[in-house]
């Protein structure tokens, strides 16, 4: 039950807990192990094993401790090439806006290229780079430097033809959201591998990847604010205000995962793990970034926001599950344990709030949404099955390890 708050709930023991959540998920069915707050335990599983469930209300005291530290807005380092496209790219943001454009690199030599591959999510995620905090000692003009533009719009061409090609398409927007809705017993994906089996350098390499996106969190998703009207908007808004902590910066989402990284070890310093990122890690974060600049994709950042959001909760939950086994402070476990309530309500509102007003005024997006949902889903799992794969041989999941 999704309540507009904030609110204060008074259990049977007269207990009573706040939230401050612009909206709250409140769980009716008593599965969930965060009860009285929603936890996505009502979903429907695959299978009829039954959950083992307790009662274990969360204390919410610290929601609204706030200490306001300024956070300077740091830039990445510019990374190392890693084919033509990267070096065509690097080279014009080391050269600046006067220096001669030679990239070497035409047409037929971009359609030459793997557009899953490192060079072109490299070349890709710099050039998209620019529009967040830019590079150190990179030229702020170059943002919308025709040069760049028209080499990134040759890139985007590629990575999208592609994309399509691999996803089956379709218009049932319905359909696709009740896939991600359902839990298969036997699913295998990262966070089921470090909760029953993973080991403290894996959860290491893993929070390292997500950096890329989780240190600039819910920002691709502003973009697509003034594509929205009514409704839409009002819910994309209230779920990225609940993203950026609600008015307390100390709960911005990410500012927890910085703090995460500072307590596993981590440099929680914008940009430090870009050169160790391989290009399945880069492909999921340019699709966000791709669907946020455009605005004729919105309605696929759309898709692949209900993706992200249906399926984070319980992800979450076991991250949470695997952070406790290996020991991790109640520090770092926090911006796993503040998602599995937080996307429970983000799905909902995404959901029934934006997804559900969106395709009643505009019906024509629904074949886009699919695309997001699937295309964000394809880049989730080429994710997922590099690290397990890796981890099983025992090797590496980045290009240098820690
Ligand atoms: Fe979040
Ligand atoms: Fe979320």
Known sequence: MLVHGPIEVTLDDGQRLTSDRAATALCTCHLSRRYPFCDTSHRRRSGNRPAARSFVPIPQGDRMRSTGTPQ???????????????????????????????????SAD?????????????????????????????????????RLLELRRQIERLFLVALRADVPGGTDVAAEIDTLLVEPLDAG?????????????????????????NLKEADPHAWVIPRLAGPAKASLVTV???????GNPDRMHARLFAEMMTELGLSPDYGAYLDAAPAATLAEVNFISLCGLHRQLHGALIGQLVTAEATSSPASDRMVQAMRRLGCTAAAIE??????????????????????????????????????IQASTLLADRFSDLLLSRWAAGQTTLRTPL
């Open 189 to 213: 994906g990262v966070s089921h591998h470090l909760r029953q089996a993973g080991q403290l350098w894996q959860l290491r390499e893993y929070v390292a990847h997500r950096s890329l996106y």
């Open 240 to 246: 990225e205000y609940d993203e950026y902590g609600s």
């Open 110 to 146: 971009i359609e030459q290229t793997d557009p899953y591959g490192d060079d072109l999510q490299l070349a890709l995620h710099c050039c998209y780079e620019l529009h967040y905090r830019g590079f150190a000692g990179v030229s702020d003009d170059l943002e919308w430097d025709p």
């Open 72 to 106: 300077p807005l740091t830039k990445s380092a510019l990374p190392q090439a890693r084919g033509p496209l990267s070096t065509a790219v690097l080279a014009t943001l080391r050269g600046g806006t006067a220096a001669p454009y030679t990239p070497e690199i035409g």
């Open 335 to 372: 911006f796993f344990a503040e998602h599995i309530e937080a996307d429970a309500v983000h799905e909902q509102l995404v959901r029934r709030g934006v997804i559900a007003p969106l395709l009643a005024a505009e019906p024509e997006l629904a074949g886009d949404v699919v695309f997001g």
